[in-house]
């Protein structure tokens, strides 16, 4: 059974942290005593601003997922920030994309130019993340990996090609990991929200898109970042130490998985 590190034992790596749903896991994180590092690419001034917020216990180091070299060097510069390696990881980051479902690409005009695009910022991105970190997470004795998905997968309302393939790539590459994983004690989880409520991804969605989701949920709400953001720190929990290749859905019960 892996260990159960405390999350305020941790160093979790935030990818994507400066801004939006990144932010708020960031915050959620640092809540619970742990260290964090806030990656970010062009957000130098909000990721800057929330280090500060936080104060010692987290650090802002610019990375692009997508260049494996940007990414180890941004691994090395934590684990001597901290003066420990990272624990955790978070791959949160997404490549630039607006759920805009009037302005999408259709099945007759889509592109693998768009395709590529997002595999190699979501699913490279997570790879190369994850390969850098690997020494601290196995050293860890403890390590634990949090992808993030979609509820798309099961309900492609709208059907984003492009977004929605990535991310199912990515769900089949945090089911694998599990398994290459799992013997040096690394858990590996993802968790998939809905549409929420409101990140700059989501800034162009009507209202009344938001207010019909809601209507349909359950739980008669619309998922906010934070709401998000606390079920990810169940997979960084000693709660989830039994638990891994698994996909939370945290959408107010609108898909059932």
Do not use: C
């Not at 920030?81 to 805009?100: G, K, M």
């Not at 309900?155 to 977004?163: E, K, S």
């Not at 929605?164 to 089949?172: C, F």
């Amino acid at each position: 059974m892996p260990a159960a590190l405390p999350i305020s034992d941790h160093v979790v790596l935030v990818t994507g942290g400066g801004r939006g749903l990144g932010a708020e896991i960031v915050r959620a994180v640092a809540a619970e005593s742990a260290r964090v590092v806030i990656n970010y690419r062009r957000s130098a001034d909000a990721a800057a601003a929330l280090a500060t917020e936080i104060g010692p216990r987290a650090v802002a180091i610019a990375a692009d997922v997508a260049d494996p070299n940007a990414v180890r060097s941004m691994i090395d510069t934590a684990a001597t920030y901290f003066d420990r390696p990272i624990s955790a990881v978070v791959t949160n980051a997404l490549p630039d994309y607006s759920f805009n479902g009037d302005a999408r690409s259709h099945a007759d005009d889509l592109s693998w130019s768009e395709l590529d695009a997002q595999f190699r910022g979501v699913v490279g991105g997570a790879l190369n993340t994850v390969q850098a970190a690997l020494p601290g997470l196995r050293a860890s004795g403890g390590g634990r990996i949090v992808t993030i998905g979609t509820n798309l997968f099961q309900n492609p309302v709208v059907p984003y090609h492009d977004y929605t393939a990535a991310k199912a790539a990515l769900l089949a590459l945090t089911r694998t990991l599990s398994h290459d994983l799992g013997p040096d004690g690394i858990n590996v989880n993802m968790v998939s929200g809905g549409l929420l409520r409101t990140t700059d991804a989501s800034a162009a969605t009507p209202s009344a898109v938001f207010d019909a989701i809601a209507a349909t949920t359950p739980l008669r709400s619309v998922t906010t970042p934070r709401e998000f953001a606390d079920a990810v720190l169940f997979f960084l929990s000693p709660w989830a130490r039994a638990v891994t290749g698994q996909n939370l859905v945290v959408d107010g019960g609108l898909v059932k998985n």
